[in-house]
């Protein structure tokens, strides 16, 4: 059974920061591209950031460079969303998704596994 869970999500105030974790399970994950996505409510699921099967590559949505940072640990089989300076619009479900290719993209059709998502809510 493959499975991604996401975890780290809360409230908190603008301005502030989180850390969301997504621990895969069920299989190595080590050489696949891992990706963040977000939903708020009512829109279409939106591209936050994805980071390559090392690590060495990274890409962001332009609502969210500068202020987000994405990791991973294959040691642990963990990708992380380091969220700062955070804004009520960033306001949504996160998603955590997985590719079995070493680089992926912004699209979620590129994306074979998700997680089950973790609410982040940012209060003004």
């Known amino acids: 059974q493959v499975q991604l869970v996401e975890s780290g999500g809360g409230l908190v105030q603008a301005g502030g920061s989180l850390r969301l974790s997504c621990a895969a399970s069920?299989?190595?994950?080590?050489?696949?591209?891992k990706g963040w996505f977000r939903q708020a409510p009512g829109k279409e699921r939106e591209f936050v950031a994805t980071?390559?099967?090392?690590?060495?590559?990274?890409y962001y949505a332009d609502s969210v460079k500068g202020r987000f940072t994405i990791s991973r640990d294959n040691t642990k089989n963990t990708v992380y969303l380091q969220m700062n300076s955070l804004k009520p619009e960033d306001t949504a479900v996160y998603y955590c998704?997985?590719?079995?290719?070493?680089?992926?993209?912004?699209?979620?059709?590129?994306?074979?596994?998700w997680g089950q998502g973790t609410q982040v809510t940012v209060s003004s």
């Open positions: 998704a997985a590719d079995r290719r070493r680089y992926s993209g912004s699209r979620p059709s590129e994306y074979e596994y």
């Open positions: 980071i390559s099967w090392s690590g060495s590559s990274t």
């Open positions: 069920g299989r190595t994950f080590s050489s696949y591209a």
